[in-house]
């Protein structure tokens, strides 16, 4: 193979593989992080104080009432993963966990196509 021959088909590699999107997308994390351990730590029975401990405050709560917190998780681990969402909902009476209820892993949320 001649050395124009070798150019012409660098050149044209390097055109080819240049289109190519190999972007890095960094994982992202939203809202409260919550391990499966920390989601089955809460139980009936805990004070407001000891959950904030364990979790940290709450993503969502009532201005009107602070009977109901709710923790939700967002995380999508790259490009081309799915999204997965947890959600952790408590309801107190008089300053103690009287419901949990506890989403893990909400459908997948697909990602965009391109």
């Given at each position: 193979m001649s050395s124009r021959n070798r150019l012409l088909l660098f050149g044209l590699c390097a055109i080819g593989l240049g289109g190519c999107s190999f972007v890095y997308i960094a994982p992202m994390h939203q809202g409260n992080y919550l391990s499966p351990a920390m989601r089955h730590e809460i139980k009936v029975g805990?004070?407001?104080?000891q959950v904030t401990y364990l979790l940290g405050p709450p993503a969502?709560?009532?201005?009107?009432?602070?009977r109901r917190w709710v923790y939700i998780y967002?995380?999508?681990a790259g490009h081309f993963s799915s999204a997965r969402i947890h959600h952790l909902r408590t309801l107190f009476h008089r300053g103690k966990v009287v419901r949990i209820?506890?989403?893990?892993?909400l459908p997948?949320?697909?990602?965009p196509a391109h």
């Open positions: 805990m004070t407001q104080s969502l709560k009532n201005p009107f009432s602070s967002y995380r999508k209820r506890r989403w893990g892993g997948p949320v697909k990602p």
